[in-house]
């Protein structure tokens, strides 16, 4: 019934295996991916035939955790999976990024590959084995797709590399110091697709041979693929590249004069309309049945790119006149917004972020539930492009899969220079909002949320500052290499390369390509121009920090103690009881964890002064000699008790009251008094003794005692 077929090989330290024929049989392609005890299935199926009026390759991926593979139920009122998590929607993008310019150009048939997690043994990220199982289907599928990849996972410990780390070793790296990288990479046998990677401060050269070394590693998984794929592929589906190149002649002939006086425009919104123009006056001297041809929008963009690709090889003159390496200018302003906590102004040419922080407290951390477990995390970034930034009208909804993976980008970059939760014990929120865009709105988010940060006064360890770089490579070889690129450079040039860092190091570096992969030499001197323009970029945001910037007064105070373990039970009470009072009383915000640290947080000071003295007067030991305000709860005819230290009483003897003989205590207390204490010490039985007469009652200063005057002897 079934013809299965399965390839192994031992891969690092567990054994990956490839297996099709058995499960979604009615799939063009369907592998069964294994590491470890971690199984993704990958389901391919593509059209075989173009919908009409597609100008573009119609792509979907799909990546799916189910929480049964980790033998979870879900959370939620539904308790089953709803909208894609944000792991979910980045793993889709790495699949997508580094696959999608491996099909034949031209092929415009949808194609879905579904990646869905069926098993996770908690230690073996699913993202990468997901990422072979989709090339594995895709290559027997018999789609016109140039692979296969594979991707894996980088790590470095010890300036050591480590192949496929584990799920643990790559969480929260930030309170981690022994690993410093979490870059993953996809390639073809030849050539380096995407990259993407959380560093902290790693240096090129450490970064180029964390790329070089995952490119080594995959290699064998690319084998076991073909592999797979002799014993198992479908006959390669019949398509060939339509040709269009006597339209291309004709797209040419009628407007190739006026859309190079278009892109000579240096200004954005002018360019945009001569290039809009332009392409007018191709479609108003060509024939009806070349205006009908599905070919037309491919026969335009190469002429386009053919433009203004030729003129920056042979010039080294880009369309804003600026050259290969030069950064566009730059403007800097922080403190914008009166009522925020922080805010900055970033703008670059006519890219321009507004970033704003927002400090909160341990109840404004996010909840994170992913299949590996719950986790908290205390620092968001969330990255917002509405329409008007490019000018446009356009639908305003939910954000997508691109303001996911650009908000995580800055994210990443930015997550390497917070202070521990320990010396900074807030919630940040960032949120970029791009007002202007053409060209690396993700890379302003950096720089502006840097900035913000900072006019907020969190402590980060250092500045951090974004560039994209771009890639023109020529069928003969020559390439250029593009520091902080244009939209329409990005849009019509062969690489996006983005380096996020410090003066120190590198902290983020993604990269997408749209051509068969990149060399190392490529990447080497894309790495140096980069570092280049990343501290020019530093320079002129340093210009905009005039020292600490003053801590906002609308921002919260949070102060921090610790408590002994198992002293956590009487601060909480029974039902919440006491921490409740604590928060009545002192108006302060108390939240205390499972290792006992405690953090109090209030825009006022005193409202944290009276609650952390409430706090330490339940966990704290009272101590002999000293003096303590208390309040009489109960008078005996031996003496009185007084509350003296939290909810500790201890008696005052009716000899320690004054320095004279009381006939009773009530001659001189009344129960609810507000008194001054010494603590002498404790009884044999544990009992606290005070005393009130060696202490100033309105000054609660202590009375310095004369000494007893000794008897002299009777000679008689």
């Given at each position: ?30 592998v ?26 119609p ?45 034949v ?70 309170n ?10 996809a390639?073809?046998?030849d ?37 797979l ?19 291309y002649?004709?797209v ?13 425009i ?16 191709i ?79 341990g ?28 000018g ?59 900035l ?5 006064g969190v ?20 390439y ?5 690129i ?17 003066e ?32 020019h ?8 920090l005039?020292?600490?910037a ?61 609650a ?29 008790f ?20 009381l ?54």
């Open positions: 019934m079934f013809d299965v077929t399965t390839k192994s090989m031992q891969w690092g330290e567990e054994t990956l295996t490839l297996e099709t024929g058995k499960v979604a049989r009615q799939a063009d392609g369907c069964i991916a294994t590491l470890g005890e971690t199984s993704v299935m990958a389901a391919v199926t593509f059209a075989k035939a173009p919908k009409p009026g597609f100008d573009f390759f792509l979907t991926v799909h990546y799916q955790e189910k929480y049964y593979a980790a033998g979870k139920v879900p959370g939620g009122f539904f308790k089953r999976e709803a909208r894609p998590t944000e792991k979910e929607t980045l793993t889709a993008r790495l699949i997508d990024r580094p696959i999608r310019p491996l099909f150009p031209g092929f415009k048939n949808e194609v879905l590959v579904m990646c869905t997690v069926l098993s996770h043994d908690l230690v073996n990220d699913p993202d990468m084995v997901a990422m072979i199982a989709a090339s594995a289907a895709l290559t027997i599928s018999g789609a016109p797709f140039m692979g296969p990849i594979a991707g894996a996972r980088v790590g470095f410990e010890d300036g050591e590399y480590v192949l496929n780390p584990t799920v643990d070793d790559m969480q929260d790296l930030r981690n110091p022994d690993q410093r990288l979490d870059l993953v990479v390639g073809t046998k050539a380096v697709m995407m990259v993407e990677s959380e560093a902290y401060e790693l240096d090129e050269a450490e970064m180029l041979g964390a790329v070089k070394f995952a490119h080594d590693a995959i290699q064998p998984v690319i084998d076991l693929i073909i592999e794929a002799e014993d198992a592929a479908k006959e390669p589906f019949d398509f060939q590249a339509p040709d269009y190149s006597e339209l002649e004709a040419k002939a009628a407007g190739e004069e006026q859309m190079r006086a278009a892109f000579a240096s200004d954005k919104q002018e360019r945009t309309s001569a290039v809009s123009a332009a392409r007018d006056a479609k108003a001297a060509l024939t009806e049945e070349q205006l009908d041809d599905s070919n037309l929008s491919s026969a335009m963009k190469k002429l386009e790119a053919g433009i203004l690709r030729g003129d920056v090889v042979k010039t080294g003159t880009r369309i804003d006149g600026r050259k290969t390496d030069e950064v566009r200018d730059i403007v800097c302003q922080t403190g914008l917004l009166p009522r925020t906590h922080g805010s900055a102004l970033f703008t670059r040419g006519e890219t321009q972020g507004l970033v704003v922080t927002t400090l909160g407290t109840d404004d951390e996010q909840i994170i539930d992913a299949l590996h477990g719950n986790f908290r995390s205390n620092f968001l970034l969330h990255y917002n492009f509405p329409p008007y930034s490019v446009e009208a356009g639908r305003v909804g939910p954000p997508g899969r691109r303001e996911v993976g650009h908000g995580k980008l800055a994210w990443r970059a930015l997550q390497a220079v917070l202070p521990a939760a320990t010396d900074f014990p807030y919630t940040v929120r960032v949120v970029s909002e791009i007002t202007e865009s053409n060209g690396s709105s993700s890379m302003a988010s950096v720089c502006g949320g840097s913000s940060m900072m006019d907020a402590p980060l360890k250092n500045a951090v500052a974004g560039v994209a770089m771009g890639l023109i490579l020529e069928d003969d070889g020559s250029a290499i593009l520091t902080d244009l939209g329409d450079e990005d849009h019509l040039g062969d690489m996006d390369f983005k380096v996020a860092g410090t120190n190091g590198i902290t983020s570096l993604q990269m997408d390509i749209k051509v068969a992969g990149i060399t190392p030499e490529i990447m080497e001197k894309a790495l140096a121009q980069a570092k280049d323009g990343r501290m970029i530093l320079g002129e945001m340093n210009k905009a005039d020292g600490a003053d801590f906002s007064i609308h921002a919260p105070r949070i102060e921090t103690m610790q408590v002994p373990t198992d002293k956590i039970r009487e601060v909480i009470g029974s039902g919440g009881k006491v921490i409740r009072e604590i928060v009545e009383v002192s108006g302060a915000k108390v939240d205390i964890n499972d290792d006992g640290i405690i953090k109090i947080a209030s825009p006022n000071g005193d409202s944290i002064q009276k952390y003295d409430m706090i330490h007067a339940i966990v704290a030991e009272p101590e002999v000699g000293e003096v303590y305000n208390g309040k009489v709860v109960k008078i005996v005819d031996f003496g009185a007084v509350n003296f230290f939290g909810k500790r009483d201890g008696l005052v003897h009716v000899s320690q009251i004054e320095n004279r003989r006939n009773h205590p009530s001659d001189v207390l009344k129960e609810g008094q507000d008194v001054k204490v010494k603590l002498l010490g404790f009884d044999d039985r544990g009992k606290v003794r005070l005393s009130m007469k060696i202490v100033d009652q309105e000054t609660g200063e202590e009375i310095p005692q004369q000494p007893r005057e000794k008897k002299e002897k009777s000679d008689d």
